[in-house]
Structure formats: C-alpha cells, structure tokens
C-alpha cells in the first residue's frame, strides 16, 4: 500500500542524462521546489536494454529508491516511443512507412509502425519486465504507457498495416466489397473494386473522402490496439497502481474507447496567455474519461522550445494559474516538463524547473508557492469533485470527418466548437462536462450537440426520452448531416431529427461574405454565419429567422426553432452562431434547466464548483491576467488566504483562490 498521497506535484526527470552522482542533489533541490512526485524512464529503453535481452534496472531501482525515501512518490513511463537503434538495425521492417513512400530512421521518437507484430513484441518485452520489476515497488503510484501516441502524418503506409487495412475493411463490410462499392458510392469516378484484395491505403491521388476517412479511423484504432496491449501487459503485474497514457489537445482519437481499458486519464499541454482558456475546455473533456481525479502529466513552468524557443517570457503569475487550473478542474497532479534543462540533444531549449546548471529558474518562486498552497489545499482537492450540471458532445468522429470534408473553408470543426459553443459557456461562468456521444448524458440537465454529423439514431431517440423527462437539448447545426460512412441520405436532407422534431428542412447555404440577416422573435437583429440550415416558419416555436437575403427563397426561413417535448424543450439551431448569439441561446436554455450563470467575469476567470460528502465550495481562477470579481452563492473562507467573503470576490491577475463554504 503506497504511503504518499494527492495532491501530486513534481516534474519529469530523465536521470539517464546526467552523472549518478548527481541525483542526491536533484532530489534536495526537488524538496526544496515542494515536489512529491517524479515521472521517469518514458525514454530510457537503451539504458534498460542495451542490447536486445540483456536488461539492466539496477540504476532505474536505485533512482526510485533514493526518491522514496525523500518522500518523492514516481510514475514510470513505458519507453516504447524510443526504440534503441539496435532493434532498428535488427529489423528495419518495423519502421513507419510515410505517405511519400519513405521509411523513416532512428533518431527521433515515434518513428516504428504500431502494427508491425516485431515491433509490438518487443514493446511488450519490455513493459512486461519493467512491471515484473516495479510492479510490487511501494515507491511507484502509476504508469503511464508511451508518451503522447497520437496519428502523425496520416499514419504509417507500410506493407503490413496495407494488408491489415484490406482485412479491417473486409471484415467491417462482411466480405461483400458490392456493400463497399455502394456505401462510398465509387460509381462516381469508376472507383468500383471488384475485390477486397485491389484496396490500397489512400495516397498519391485525388482520393475518395470515404476511404480517407476509414484510413484514419484505421490508423487510430491501431494506437488505441497498441495501448490497451500495453495496458493488458502492466495489469497482470501492477495491482491497483493505475494505469494510464498521457494524451495532448487533439481529439482524432476516440478517448473514451482509449481510455476503457486504462484506470486514469493524463494530458500534457503547453499553453499561452492567449490561449490558456482553451486548456481549460480540455480540462473539461478529460475528467470524463475515468471516473477518478486526472493527473496532468506536462506543463512548463516557462516556455515551450525545442532546438529554438517557440514561445515567449509569460508575466508573473502566469505560472501559477497554469499549474492550479488542472487542480480546480477535476485533477490531483501537476507535473512540469521537464526538471533540469537538457544539455545537449533534442528539445535543449525548453524551459524547466533549474537550468541545465542546476541554478533555479525565475519562476522557482512562483512554484515553491503553489507547492505551499496545494498542502493547504489538499482535504478540499481530495474531498470534493467538480460539479455540473451541462454536457457538451465533443465527438472524435466529427473531427475526423471534418478532416476528409471540411464542408466550408471558412469552417474549422476544433475552433468553431471552442469559439462558438464552448467559450461562450466560460463566459456564463458555467462548468460544462465535455463528453463523446457514447458517454452517459442522463444526470445533466443541459445537452448540446453541435456539428455532430453522425447522430446514431439509437442516440438521438434516447435524448428525446431524457428531453421528455425534462431535459433541455441544443442541437445543430451539421449535425445528423451524414451517415456513419460520412455519405449524404440519399432520401432525405437529415438521417433523424426532421421527424424526431416534426420540423421541415429546406436548404442548406454557405455565405462566406455574411450576406444573410437574422432577427429574433422580438425584432432584433443579428448575424448569421458562413454556414447556415434553413427551416420552415411554422409561427409558434420560431426564435430566429432570415430577415435580409441576397435571394427571396431564404427570407422568412427559421435559423433557431424551439420545441417542447414532453417536460423538456429541444432548441434546433441552423446557423454557425457567434459567440454572442449563442450567449443569448444559453441564456434561455439555463433559465429553463434552471441552472445560475453570470455569477462573475467569466472571460477572465474560470468558476468551479465543487462538491463531497462534508466539503463543498469553489475554485476560482484568473487565466487572462485581467483581475475580475465573482459573486459567491454564500459566504466562503479562501483557504489560501485565509481570507473570509460574503459575496463578493476579488481576483488580482493570475489569482487562483479555493473557496470553501
């Protein structure tokens, strides 16, 4: 049973970079910082197999031995994004084949097929032994698979996943290649195969949109494949210790199938001023993945780089509302990339806790006193959960679909969703859960659905009986545009919901140069977007229509419809809204589902209620470097401060403050 506990708080180490004797030193200076916590070993495959079954962990043990017994908990990394040069050189067939038709050669990371069975033995190899090892250590409190898998490049285009791509297809359309040829309609341009057999992956043409899309579902499914063995591996050895593999803000990959067979989500993220409040919205998404605290595995404590610096000085206080933001928003780990500054070699310019000299950076202040708060902090972090009462569908599905069909230039599926659904949110000082349409939605209040082009109707039957026991639904626009194929209906304009909504739809219109004019029920005006869903004017149930158009066939036509079913109402939107349209949306829909907003400057500070057994009370944290206020539910004491409020609640920029009631 492990003696440490949350909250978690430390950085990445890579002692096979530096002088064994330098880690008495490294472990004094981690104390000093206030860390409890080290991530090691993610990239140390050579220095654990140096040669191809000779394995050599007697400086890995003593590494996580001197740490515990400095009261520094570890997470161990699989190495197998690193594979040493000697299994390249064995087997040359495992690496990844690009698009263009080139291998790639050691020297990087992430440069092997995940498919390729060698490659994937000797990955399991060697996460089998490291759990044989340290399945048993005291000292480790988790593992994380890998680091940071993710479809690069479309994918790898070697012989091996062309073949499995054949079979995946084969198997999905139930060897009828007549069922294929239909589905993706390959009349159009003579594209018809006669045999599963003549399929090669999509490359070097002008390609069909469906076959690129079952390409990259292909190629993501595989990821997911090569973590769960990993996953499957370690669990035969590492008891309850969890389990997890640190994923970055890019949704292709399906998370909730990743994260089925894994006990704990984590993410890395290298945000700045500017986009901070995006990280938030992946905060969101990611405590959905497993019902437990999520760790956040990278930040920095100053900017990103690798051989140059990519990013810029960050303002003081940044460091610290960065690294509390996980904490508030449903996480129990805070770790920094990386520890000391490489020396030498790969990403030498990315900024760290101490430089390469060991001498502490200018944010080492700023750390120390997150290390100090955290411990002040600690039985309300563990004590209560993040509560909220919305969802929001952020679907992989749809990402990769836009990828292969972006519909309109002007739309960009991952910014339009943040920009128009989910910042506006922020701005209400709502808390939404964001969630893949196979996670449970049914003890919210509020759902939204925007640009889900794939609405499985078994879904979208189950939405209508939660509306109908009083739920409130937003829903559209692109959404229930396609079949699971990512092909239009051929029978009708939307797969489910013109029927489900008893509602009309009647044309479909880009407008780039935002020519169309809407107005409210009430008269007022506002813009439309550059793509818009037009309904039929029935009168009653009519929010928004088209007021002004280029052609006489568009005026009159509905952009938001509501309806009421049952206990509950469905708002149909047919416009990209803007960010202020679609406030005045939510606006309606919160009243309804009777749930408070505009408690607060939400464009500068992020609400968090939370919520246990004994403790409840709120996280408020300044991500703008703005200052604002908050308007509290009922008097607090900041457990930070020590500061009492009745209701008002200044932040100074960066300011994070925990409210507990």
């Not at 310019?349 to 411990?375: C, D, K, N, W």
């Not at 739309?411 to 943040?418: L, P, Q």
């Not at 349409?437 to 939204?448: A, E, I, N, R, W």
Request: proline fraction near 6%.
């Amino acid at each position: 049973m492990s003696t440490f506990a949350p909250p978690y708080f430390g950085s990445d180490y890579y002692p096979e970079d530096w002088p064994a004797e330098q880690l008495s030193e490294d472990i004094a200076k981690m104390k000093e910082a206030g860390f409890n916590v080290a991530r090691i070993a993610e990239f140390a495959w050579s220095r654990m197999e140096p040669s191809d079954g000779v394995f050599e962990f007697g400086w890995l043990h003593r590494v996580v031995d001197e740490l515990g017994k400095a009261g520094i908990a570890t997470i161990l990394g699989t190495p197998t994004a690193t594979p040493p040069v000697w299994l390249l050189r064995k087997y040359p067939g495992v690496t990844k084949v690009l698009e263009q038709g080139n291998s790639l050669e050691h020297g990087g990371r992430r440069h092997c097929c995940f498919r390729n069975p060698i490659y994937l033995r000797y990955c399991l190899r060697i996460a089998e032994k490291m759990a044989q090892e340290f399945g048993n250590d005291p000292n480790v409190i988790g593992w994380q698979i890998d680091n940071e898998v993710y479809v690069h490049d479309r994918g790898c285009f070697c012989p091996v996943c062309a073949e499995q791509f054949r079979r995946h297809l084969e198997k999905k359309f139930n060897g009828d290649i007549d069922a294929l040829n239909r589905a993706w309609n390959l009349t159009v341009f003579s594209q018809e195969y006669s045999s599963f057999d003549e399929i090669n992956p999509p490359r070097n043409a002008w390609t069909n949109p469906h076959i690129n899309q079952e390409w990259i579902l292909f190629q993501q499914h595989a990821v997911i494949e090569f973590v769960h063995a990993q996953a499957d591996v370690l669990h035969r050895y590492v008891g309850s210790v969890p389990v997890g593999t640190d994923t970055m803000p890019y949704n292709g990959l399906d998370y909730a199938e990743l994260s089925s067979r894994l006990d704990i989500a984590e993410f890395n993220h290298y945000n700045t001023p500017n986009t901070l409040w995006e990280v938030i919205l992946w905060f969101d998404f990611v405590r959905n993945y497993r019902n437990r605290p999520f760790w956040n595995t990278e930040t920095q404590t100053t900017w990103n780089g690798s051989h140059i610096i990519s990013q810029t000085l960050k303002p003081e206080g940044y460091c610290t509302a960065n690294s509390w933001l996980p904490i508030a928003l449903g996480g129990e780990a805070n770790l920094y990339w990386l520890w000391r500054t490489h020396w030498g070699g790969h990403e030498l310019m990315h900024g760290a806790v101490l430089a390469a000299s060991g001498r502490p950076m200018h944010t080492f202040g700023e750390v120390q006193e997150i290390s100090r708060g955290l411990r002040k902090a600690a039985d309300f972090i563990n004590g209560t959960r993040v509560v909220s009462d919305i969802a929001v569908h952020y679907p992989s599905r749809s990402l990769n679909l836009f990828l292969v069909q972006g519909i309109h230039k002007e739309f960009h599926y991952t910014r339009c969703f943040a920009d128009s659904f989910y910042r506006p949110l922020l701005d209400e000082c709502c808390r939404p859960d964001l969630l893949e349409t196979s996670q449970d939605f049914s003890q919210h209040k509020l759902l939204v659905s925007p640009y889900v082009c794939y609405l499985e109707p078994e879904l979208a039957k189950r939405i209508l009986d939660w509306v109908a026991n009083g739920g409130i639904w937003i829903v559209g626009p692109m959404t229930d545009i396609r079949d699971e194929h990512g092909a239009k209906f051929q029978d009708r304009p939307l797969g489910c919901l013109e029927e489900l909504l008893n509602v009309r739809w009647c044309y479909s219109v880009p407008d780039a140069e935002l020519t169309l004019k809407c107005a409210w029920k009430d008269g007022s005006p506002f813009q439309s977007g550059v793509w818009n869903e037009l309904y039929e004017a029935n009168g009653d149930g009519v929010l928004a229509q088209i007021t002004q158009s280029p052609h006489s066939a568009l005026l009159g036509k509905a952009v938001l419809l509501e309806r009421k079913i049952g206990r509950g109402h469905v708002f149909l939107l047919g416009t990209t809204p803007s960010r202020e349209m679609m406030r005045k949306v939510y606006e309606r829909a919160l009243d309804l589902a009777g749930i408070p907003y505009g408690n607060g400057d939400g464009e500068n500070i992020v609400v968090v209620p939370r919520q246990g057994e004994k403790l409840s009370g709120q996280f408020l944290v300044e991500f703008a470097g703005q200052g604002g206020i908050v308007t509290l539910p009922k008097p607090g004491h900041d457990l930070l401060t020590g500061e009492d409020f009745d209701t008002t609640v200044p932040l100074a920029p960066y300011q994070v403050r925990v409210i507990q009631f």
